[in-house]
């Protein structure tokens, strides 16, 4: 709970700060305050309050503890607020019975974004209001915060009459999400990746097409033309279990080719497929022949002695050699920035950590830093993940390497992450330094956070 205290002393500092001048508290004239409180928790006003460094800090507390729902903060989620759909395998409450809708995501002050995990035990609560939803801080309300429209593609039928929202659902700000099922062959051969929960996500459709996949090719087209046009989703994302004899690979093909013939184009702006990287190197060739403007081969673990026994699995499949060598490939067909990797942050030790993300970024690919968090289902369950502040140090040494071999962390997939935040953080204060008298960065929390990788000292 340290990081708590830390967060409500820094706020009520904050904002004793910020008001000390405008309020004469001495006379304690209370219809003043109360109109004070109220005028405090607007959400224009929240801005001002709150910097970006305040806003990152209680989304790390919420990434770290959950949020608890209100009764009032259930209403109109599922009709006018975006639900949880579930499909979100790394978040530890991805695959829990679900009796009623639940809220997806919370949009705060400095367009930070973040998605729900809901834990009872958490000091944060979403409660509206007055119409208004707020995040507390026990009885605190920190902030208004609000929740993303729902979708209207969420309502739409495909012409097999398919819910659309079970073939792609909305995430991470911009992306529909396409998850081909909620298995790994891996799992029956003994030998998952020792982090994957993905068995313990709850599909949205069973495989109902060719035994494995949730969904057409055909109908995935549909999903993404209807969120691309509505306006809501810029990317798409399409994954999943490896499984058999590498069957996702020609549908992944298959899906490509519908998504060029429904949208009438070469290239899908915005999409991604991830898959095991394959030992058929014109494998890779096909993918981007078939439509995709990107692809994501992900290593999850750098270090060479850890990686055949974290991943055994993909490890089996292809000696980690042939993962190199298809990431190498891979982004002389697809470019620099649009060939990833994701390495799963908090499992080994930072030093090797770095080493991968530097390889990578030296060849134009996004070693992405996703951090561990153990999931149910997965050989990990009931572990820790390191602190905020080990998570936090390294994302921003990920985040140097990037800028030194010019990746943007605006990368695809990254909407709302925190690599983003603290890469649009550095982006500001880079900004005000250039515009200041001195040419210096200010030295606020941002910075701390940002520039140093630290936690605050309070
Ligand atoms: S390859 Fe590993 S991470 Fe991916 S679904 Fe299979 S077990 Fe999970």
Redesign the pocket.
């Known amino acids: 709970m340290g990081l708590f205290a830390n967060i409500s002393e820094k706020v009520e500092r904050s904002i004793s700060k910020k008001f000390k001048a405008a309020l004469d508290t001495g006379d304690g004239d209370s219809a003043l305050l109360g109109l004070v409180g109220k005028l405090a928790t607007r959400p224009a006003l929240a801005r001002k309050i709150y910097g970006e460094g305040e806003v990152f800090l209680i989304k790390s507390a919420l990434f770290m503890s959950g949020v608890r729902l209100d009764e009032s903060a259930y209403e109109a989620v599922g009709t006018r607020w975006k639900e949880d759909l579930g499909q979100r395998h790394y978040d530890p409450d991805a695959g829990k019975p679900r009796t009623r809708a639940m809220p997806h995501g919370i949009l705060m002050p400095h367009g930070f974004y973040m998605p729900l995990t809901i834990s009872a035990a958490s000091p944060l609560t979403l409660r509206r209001d007055h119409g208004e939803l707020c995040l507390y801080l026990d009885d605190f309300c920190l902030f208004p915060v609000a929740y993303e429209p729902r979708p209207s593609y969420y309502d739409r039928l495909t012409a097999s009459g398919v819910p659309m929202r079970h073939v792609g659902v909305h995430r991470l700000l911009r992306q529909v999400l396409v998850e081909y099922n909620a298995y790994?062959n891996?799992f029956s051969q003994k030998m998952?990746?020792l982090f994957?929960g993905?068995v313990s996500d709850r599909p949205l459709l069973s495989a109902r097409h060719r035994g494995k996949f949730a969904a057409t090719p055909g109908e995935i087209a549909e999903v993404v033309e209807a969120a691309y046009d509505e306006g809501v989703a810029t990317e798409m994302q399409v994954t999943g279990?490896?499984l058999k004899d590498q069957a996702e690979v020609p549908y992944l093909l298959e899906v490509g080719r519908a998504m060029q013939a429904r949208l009438g184009e070469q290239t899908i702006k915005g999409s991604q497929a991830v898959l095991?990287a394959p030992a058929d190197l014109v494998q890779v060739d096909a993918l981007k022949e078939a439509g995709f403007e990107g692809v994501a081969f992900n290593l999850e673990i750098w270090n060479e002695a850890l990686w055949p026994g974290i991943?055994p699995?993909?490890q089996h499949l292809l000696p980690r050699d042939g993962w190199l060598r298809a990431l190498e490939h891979a982004v002389g067909v697809f470019g620099k920035g649009n060939v990833a990797s994701v390495l799963v942050a908090g499992i080994e030790p930072a030093r090797s950590y770095l080493e991968g993300v530097e390889w990578m970024a030296e060849r134009g690919i996004h070693a992405v830093p996703i951090p561990w968090t153990p999931a149910p289902g997965s050989a990990f369950e009931g572990h820790q993940t390191p602190t905020a502040a080990w998570h936090l140090d390294l994302t921003v040494r990920v985040l140097e390497l990037w800028e030194k071999h010019g990746l943007s962390p605006e990368r695809h997939s990254a909407g709302g992450l925190h690599y983003a935040d603290l890469g649009r953080m550095r982006a500001h204060l880079r900004r005000e330094a250039a515009e200041s008298a001195n040419g210096e960065m200010p030295k606020d929390l941002r910075h701390s956070l940002a520039i140093e990788g630290k936690l605050p000292a309070l």
Do not use: D, M
Request: net charge positive; aromatic share 8%.
């Open positions: 790994c891996f998952p990746c994957c993905i279990g490896v095991a991943v699995g993909k």
